[in-house]
């Protein structure tokens, strides 16, 4: 099967988009764990997600409508406000504000419920698809490799977790697992990017909203915002909204949710080698084992999961 791009000026496989796409979330994705962290040193949580996706839906929106693409409909721009809200408002939200109180490994683990969150709400919605045993299998053995990369001992001797945050980073992952689902089967423009665009505007707003009751704008201290902060801004609105968000929005509606929630598996793997590479963070050989299991999950998935018509 094949399609044409945007302007229909040359053809595209389906296999390479998805190639692209998959390789987008992952290590893009990746690589947000760390952006976040130094972006939220210096910029209030909320206020900071909140611009990034309110910048970054408008550019992609006004972009787009510009082109040419048909205007969204109120039904269209209602589900993509519950799409937006159940991703960016409580989802990536919920994550912002819980690295203020949790690590960023813990935050990964936890995040690692994502996938069987999605299977689990994709067998109960109403016509669901119910997931096969290599598909279980599947998505324990990459729980397992989580567990192995964060390490058990760990994770049992680290009293300092903050039970507040780590549920709140359970949380994000349940309401991420919902609007994928949601988003998968609910009526959205055609152009999977203006409906990023749109997603990405709705839960924007909401995330300013936040941070006004939160009062991030009391603590906006314009002159102690670092550079370093600034550019992790820059990255997660070029990378991690246009790239990243954009080629996970056209997965949900090409591929099975199972499949496209293996970025959940892969992106603390992406995390590690990123600590090791800026951060001289020592890659031990039981990182190396729990890298080989997680991406044997993701093989198991991708190769047993049946298709879905679209």
Known sequence: MEIRDSNGAGRLSLRTQTLVAFTAVYLIWGSTYLAIRFAIQTLPPFLMAGVRFVIAGACVY???????TPRPTLRQWISTAITGALLLFTGNGAVVWAEQR????VVALLLATTPSWMVLLDWLRPGGARPDRMTIIGLLLGLAGIVLLIGPSNLASSAQIDLVGAIVVIFAALSWAAG??????????KSPFLSTGMQMLSGGALLLIASVFSGDWTRLHIEAISWQSVTAFVYLILFGSFMAFS????????????????????NPVVAV??????????????????????????????????????
């Open 180 to 189: 994928s689902i949601y988003g998968r089967h609910a009526d959205l423009p």
């Open 273 to 310: 080698f990123l600590g090791w590479a800026l951060a001289n963070e020592p890659i031990t050989p039981q990182t190396l084992l729990a890298a080989a299991v997680i991406i044997g999950a993701v093989v198991v998935i991708i190769t047993f999961q049946k298709p879905v018509a679209h």
């Open 102 to 105: 949790v690590t960023s490994s």
């Open 247 to 266: 080629a996970y929005v056209w997965l949900l509606k090409h591929a099975p949710a199972s499949r496209v929630s293996t970025y959940a598996y892969v």
């Open 62 to 68: 006004v972009w787009l409508r510009a082109r040419g």
